[in-house]
Structure formats: structure tokens, C-alpha cells
């Protein structure tokens, strides 16, 4: 793996010129039907995180942990919540076998979502429920926190559902963890957007609009930013060619649900 190569001589050159922290990113994808990822790429890869966290750490460096499942995919949210859960399982059993000091590590996570093109429906706070649900299923309590990354959402429907994240996580008994944001492209993208066709920066309003996204990011982050109506849900997308001849989609129970394509996330479709 050329990423680990020498590492140990990088990290120690970074330290010196003042850098405390590094990250490493692992990306993976859900494909059911292809049946990805693979136990293999799940292990080599996270594997490859615990050694490059030690590593950081061995040279002064506070390493973030960076598993990013993608939003690509036509998985359900069950889905989504047990390939999660052995995701993340194997990457703290890996630092722990590595032996990496748990709580001088920071993770930054994906959050927990159905696949874009999964034609089930999830409400926001359902989507919430099964980001703490992985989250207390394999999350060491020794690490100090998660700092979700964006991937791919908007800045409204990620603020929407870490906001919601964290009222659930309040009302459901608390958790251990800081559970905030580490966004780049959800709050640089509207800001890049006010400079089209203008041919220069726009600089006061970007940093006007700037100041109000953290300020979004900062209340979600405390579970009190208030979302519009649709934000952070997820809307199943249509497939009318598939189902009955009333347009439903055939349930397991010989059931119809008249193409509404309603979901509903539940902890008991995780077990069955």
C-alpha cells in the first residue's frame, strides 16, 4: 500500500513544520446485487486505517479515521445499518489490535443513509435512529467523538440530520460521544455558487453566507437546529415498472402498497 510507505518519515517531517493531526480516507461502496463490499475490501481496508492511525499517532499526530460508505446505491437504510455495523466493527477491532490509543483518535464518519436510488421512504428522525443505532452497536465509548462528513448531501440535509441525530440521542438515554460536523463540500458549494457568471470572488457575501452556514452547522451539532418539512428525509424513488398492475410493489406478506413506496425504518426488519 504506497499510503503507508514511509509514512513514518512523513508524519515526523509534518510534525516538525506544526502539523498535530492527520486523516485517511477509506472509501467502499454498497452494491447488494454485486454483493459489495466484500469482506476482503472491508478488512484490507480498514485494516489499512488502524495501521496508518498508529503510525500518526507513534510520531505526535492525532489521526482521524475516515470510513465513507457512499451514497451511491439503491440499499435500503437496513441495508445501510448492517454493512455499517461491520464496517466500523472491523476498523475498531483492527485499532485495538494494532493497538492505537482510542481516545487520542477522532472518527469521521458517513452518516448512516439508504442508498439515492433506494425507492423505500425514510423520515429524518428514522434515518437519526439508525445512525445511534450503529453508533452504539460498535463505537467504542473510549473514542472521544465523530465528526460526520457531508458525502454528497446538501448542507440542509445534513444539518438536518445531525440535528436530529442529536435530539434522538438525547431523548433516547444519551450517548458518550460528541457527535458533530466536519462539512467541506455542503458548505463550500453554496459559496462557490454565488461567483458563477460574476467572473471575480464574491467575498462579502461569501463571507456573509459563510456565517450563516456555521451558524446552521454549529446548532446542529447541539441538536437545536429546526428543519423545514422534507429536509433530511429521504422521498423513495418511483419504479413503475415494477409491482403489480395497481403500479404497488408486492410485500414479502403477498401484500400491496399501492406504489407509495413508503419505508419506515425498524429495528425488528434488521432481525428477520
Not at 403477498?254 to 428477520?272: A, I, P, Q, V, Y
Request: charged letters at 20%; aromatic letters at 8%.
Amino acid at each position: 500500500m504506497q499510503g503507508l510507505d514511509s509514512l513514518a518519515v512523513r508524519c515526523s517531517e509534518y510534525y516538525k513544520q506544526g502539523a498535530r493531526f492527520a486523516k485517511w480516507r477509506s472509501p467502499l461502496v454498497i452494491d447488494m446485487n454485486n454483493k459489495c463490499p466484500t469482506r476482503l475490501a472491508i478488512e484490507a481496508n480498514m485494516r489499512d486505517l488502524a495501521r496508518y492511525a498508529l503510525i500518526c499517532q507513534a510520531e505526535g499526530l492525532m489521526p482521524i479515521v475516515e470510513p465513507d460508505v457512499s451514497l451511491s446505491g439503491s440499499h435500503t437504510l437496513e441495508d445501510a445499518v448492517k454493512i455499517n455495523i461491520e464496517i466500523q466493527s472491523e476498523l475498531f477491532k483492527a485499532m485495538l489490535d494494532h493497538g492505537v490509543y482510542m481516545e487520542g483518535t477522532t472518527l469521521k464518519p458517513n452518516m448512516i443513509n439508504p442508498g439515492k436510488g433506494c425507492d423505500k421512504s425514510y423520515t429524518v428522525e428514522e434515518i437519526a435512529e439508525a445512525n445511534i443505532y450503529v453508533l452504539k452497536q460498535s463505537f467504542p465509548a473510549a473514542m472521544p467523538g465523530a465528526n460526520y462528513l457531508s458525502g454528497g448531501q446538501s448542507l440542509a440535509d445534513a444539518a438536518a440530520r445531525l440535528s436530529a441525530i442529536n435530539k434522538f440521542a438525547s431523548s433516547s438515554g444519551g450517548c458518550p460521544w460528541n457527535l458533530s460536523f466536519s462539512w467541506s463540500a455542503a458548505l463550500q458549494f453554496p459559496l462557490f455558487d454565488l461567483c458563477k457568471g460574476k467572473g471575480s470572488l464574491q467575498l462579502e457575501a461569501m463571507a456573509k453566507l459563510y456565517v450563516e452556514e456555521l451558524k446552521i452547522a454549529s446548532a446542529s451539532a447541539l441538536g437545536e437546529h429546526v428543519w423545514n418539512d422534507g429536509e433530511g428525509s429521504h422521498e423513495g424513488k418511483k419504479r413503475p415498472d415494477v409491482g403489480s398492475a395497481s403500479g404497488g410493489i408486492s410485500n414479502d406478506d403477498g401484500s400491496n402498497d399501492g406504489g407509495n413506496n413508503e419505508g419506515g425504518f425498524s429495528l425488528k426488519k434488521l432481525f428477520r
